[in-house]
């Protein structure tokens, strides 16, 4: 194992940080996901969705641009977004300015699901990742986590429009 950069053998001790963290950011993932909806009675993906829109100008983006911003295939988010329209935490209306795109509008009821969500989650946050991380521990956390989002920002492929 002793290739790198651009070789396909890892170390031992790289092979172990990458399955550490994995592992330790997929439990994390399970137990945040688990206690959300347990404590909000919407799922994580609804609360990515209706957060999305409450931070979008009008509280309404284009499908197309909510499922870049989430990080969602455009099918997974258009299913997602049937399901929370039944629901009544959104909305779809025609794009004003494209009426062959479509717009996702954050409801009154979607607002305060969100609201009645934000609280235990941010409890949960703060008892499963803060409160086991030091200042320093934190900043390196948030280091690491913006550098792998701009490494994985360059290596996307620009979709074809």
């Known amino acids: ?66 499922a870049e911003g989430i990080g969602w295939e455009r099918s997974r988010l258009s299913h997602h977004l049937g399901r929370m329209e039944q629901r009544g935490l959104i909305r779809r209306e025609t794009a004003p300015t ?8 954050l409801t009154d009821d979607g607002r305060d699901a969100l609201r009645h969500a934000s609280v235990p989650h941010f409890h949960a946050i703060r008892e499963l990742f803060l409160d086991a991380l030091t200042p320093a521990q934190l900043a390196a956390a948030r280091d690491l986590a913006e550098t792998l989002r701009d490494h994985l920002a360059a290596k996307r492929k620009p979709r074809r429009g």
């Open 1 to 66: 194992m002793a290739e790198r950069k651009g070789g396909s053998a890892l170390s031992r001790e790289e092979y172990d940080s990458w399955r550490v963290f994995i592992e330790t950011t997929e439990e994390l993932r399970g137990a945040l996901a688990g206690r959300f909806q347990a404590d909000s009675g919407i799922s994580a993906g609804d609360y990515q969705v209706l957060l999305a829109l409450s931070e979008a100008e009008g509280r309404r983006m284009r499908s197309s641009e909510l």
């Open 98 to 105: 494209d009426s062959r795109g479509s717009e996702a509008v």
